[in-house]
């Protein structure tokens, strides 16, 4: 039998390897190993709360140099509603804030470095970091549900391991591919090994 395959599915197959091991419950399936690693690499999560924490006490580095661009999103003043900070100059917009604000509050505003000179601070930077942090949770609670949908897919193992398999194994089988390891049925009959095929 020749079997023509365009890819041998070797790099999936390593990276679950090192994710879990080289014992596994079944033959590495590629599309899903793709699709995990592009959800866990690329989905979007607002900032974890110790960064948030982090960023509103340095929110005024580098003030010197003042330009007229938000410090959050980088952007300059485009729809009129910018804030200034009263003592450090640091300019942001009311959309760009953790609770947004829809009109510019009453007398002098204080970005959160600043506030701690204003009584409202205490109260103001706890509700912020209140809300990053449920945000965050929000958001990696839909990433989790996300993952567990995509583990639960019923997609086509690697094809040449699955077809080796059926084959009766690589004993019975000649491999020719430039692969450095392969999946292989436990002798148990339960879970499958990855070892390498110069052995």
């Known amino acids: 039998m020749v079997i023509g395959l365009q890819s041998t599915g070797e790099a999936r197959t390593e990276e679950a390897v090192n994710k879990y091991g080289v014992e596994l419950d079944d033959f590495v399936s590629g599309p899903r190993e793709l699709l995990l690693k592009l959800v866990e690499e690329h989905y979007p999560l607002p900032l974890e709360p110790n960064h948030a924490a982090a960023e509103s006490d340095g929110e005024s580095a580098g003030s010197e140099e003042k330009s007229r661009s938000c410090t959050f999103c980088k952007k300059g003043d485009v729809s009129g509603l910018l804030l200034e900070c009263f003592k450090c100059g640091n300019i942001v917009h ?82 020719m591919t430039g692969r450095r390891g392969m999946l292989v049925r436990a002798q148990s009959g339960k879970g499958v090994i990855y070892q390498a095929r110069n052995t």
């Open 94 to 175: 009311q959309a760009c804030l953790a609770s947004p604000q829809a009109q510019k509050p009453d007398g002098d505003w204080y970005c959160y470095q600043c506030a701690e000179y204003t009584s409202d601070y205490q109260v103001d930077h706890c509700r912020y970091l209140a809300e990053v942090s449920c945000r965050y949770e929000a958001a990696n609670s839909r990433k989790s549900k996300l993952l567990g949908t995509i583990r639960a897919l019923e997609l086509p193992n690697n094809p040449l391991d699955d077809i080796i398999d059926q084959l009766g194994g690589p004993d019975q089988v000649a491999e």
